[in-house]
Each structure stands twice: as structure tokens, then as C-alpha cells.
């Protein structure tokens, strides 16, 4: 049995989480500070350094968290699609459908990316593995709807091309409409699996 302080510093790691979750996708990591999140969330500071050393502590966490989100949500897709070509469609899917959601502020991971350059920055570090894992994931299934074709297509080329074009649609979405972004991105995945293939 949990004891009831044990339950209580969960909680509040998990509203400390979810609400320097929510300002950082909103605002930006660099911008919202320690003070704000305390405001929010509601909690302490004394609360808030036992459960997150530092503010790098609690961004890691942050996108730690969307990660392990992003990687089950893809798992799921891969898993309920009768074919390689099926779970890449599924996959181009969730980021169009991603445009259209309310308050969508872009790629968590790209904004942090432009927030923290240094290539040994651990929040950085995170970012690459992320991005790592897709581009990975993606050239798995790549490689599967490519197996039979006689033309070879190298399913890492695909892989990144479907990376460029949804780094460009999470980007370009709040910029230049989301509905346009988000069939010009469903095109382009369409486009991998048919002129490679």
C-alpha cells in the first residue's frame, strides 16, 4: 500500500509536470521560469526542488514524457495496421491530424531544439535521441513496404524525406493555415509510398 505522503509527492510532481508541460509547449522552455510554474501549478518551492533538482530537471522530464507519449501512440499505429504502407499512412496521419489540434504550437521537440543549440546541451541530447527513434521507426517501416519493390528505393532516403516534409508542416502550419499544411503533408506522405514504391 502506497502511504499517504508517497501519494502526495506524486501528485504534485505530476501537476509540477503538467503544468511546466503545458507552459513550455505554450511559451517556451526559455521562457517560462521556476516562479511562474510555482504560481501555476500551485506549489512550493521546497516541493518543487524535491522532485526536480533543477529547471534542466524538470525540462528533461518534460520531454521525456511527450517522448514516451509520441513512441506508444506510434507503437499502437504500427501494431493496428494490416501493412507497412498502412502504418506509414497511419503515422503521416497523426502528425496532419496534430496541425488541426487546438492549441497546436508545433513540434515540442523543435522548438526545444531552437532554444538549446549546444550539441552537448542534455536537453539537446534528448531531442536527438527523439528525433533518432522516429527517423529510425520510420525507415523500419520504410524498408517493409519497399521489400518487394523492384525499383529499391532506400527506405532511409524515405525516412528523412518524411522527416523534412513533417518538420516543415509543424512548422509551417500555424504560419500558413493548418488545414492547407495539413493535406499538403498528407500528399506528400502519399507521394513516398507511391513514386518510391
Known amino acids: 500500500m502506497t502511504s499517504p505522503?508517497?501519494?502526495?509527492?506524486?501528485?504534485?510532481?505530476?501537476?509540477?509536470?503538467?503544468?511546466?508541460?503545458?507552459?513550455?509547449?505554450?511559451?517556451?522552455?526559455?521562457?517560462?521560469?521556476?516562479?511562474?510554474?510555482?504560481?501555476?501549478?500551485?506549489?512550493?518551492?521546497?516541493?518543487?526542488?524535491?522532485?526536480?533538482?533543477?529547471?534542466?530537471?524538470?525540462?528533461?522530464?518534460?520531454?521525456?514524457?511527450?517522448?514516451?507519449?509520441?513512441?506508444?501512440?506510434?507503437?499502437?499505429?504500427?501494431?493496428?495496421?494490416?501493412?507497412?504502407?498502412?502504418?506509414?499512412?497511419?503515422?503521416?496521419?497523426?502528425?496532419?491530424?496534430?496541425?488541426?489540434?487546438?492549441?497546436?504550437?508545433?513540434?515540442?521537440?523543435l522548438k526545444a531544439a531552437a532554444e538549446h543549440p549546444d550539441p552537448d546541451d542534455p536537453v539537446r541530447r534528448v531531442v536527438l535521441d527523439h528525433r533518432s527513434w522516429y527517423l529510425d521507426t520510420l525507415t523500419g517501416q520504410f524498408a517493409r513496404v519497399f521489400a518487394d519493390s523492384p525499383r529499391r528505393p532506400d527506405p532511409e532516403h524515405a525516412a528523412r524525406h518524411f522527416v523534412m516534409v513533417r518538420d516543415g508542416a509543424m512548422n509551417g502550419a500555424d504560419l500558413d493555415g493548418a488545414e492547407g499544411v495539413r493535406a499538403a503533408f498528407r500528399r506528400g506522405v502519399e507521394g513516398l509510398l507511391t513514386v518510391l514504391h
Not at 509540477?16 to 500551485?42: C, K, M, Q
Not at 495496421?81 to 515540442?108: H, I, N, Y
Request: glycine residues 6%; hydrophobic residues 45%.
Open 5 to 109: 505522503t508517497r501519494t502526495g509527492r506524486s501528485e504534485a510532481r505530476d501537476r509540477l509536470l503538467a503544468t511546466a508541460s503545458a507552459l513550455f509547449y505554450r511559451d517556451g522552455i526559455r521562457a517560462v521560469g521556476v516562479e511562474r510554474i510555482l504560481a501555476e501549478a500551485p506549489a512550493t518551492r521546497a516541493t518543487f526542488y524535491r522532485h526536480f533538482p533543477s529547471k534542466e530537471d524538470l525540462v528533461l522530464a518534460y520531454l521525456r514524457a511527450v517522448d514516451a507519449d509520441l513512441r506508444a501512440d506510434a507503437q499502437a499505429i504500427i501494431d493496428a495496421a494490416p501493412t507497412a504502407a498502412e502504418a506509414v499512412r497511419g503515422l503521416g496521419a497523426a502528425v496532419a491530424d496534430s496541425l488541426t489540434r487546438p492549441g497546436f504550437r508545433g513540434c515540442a521537440f
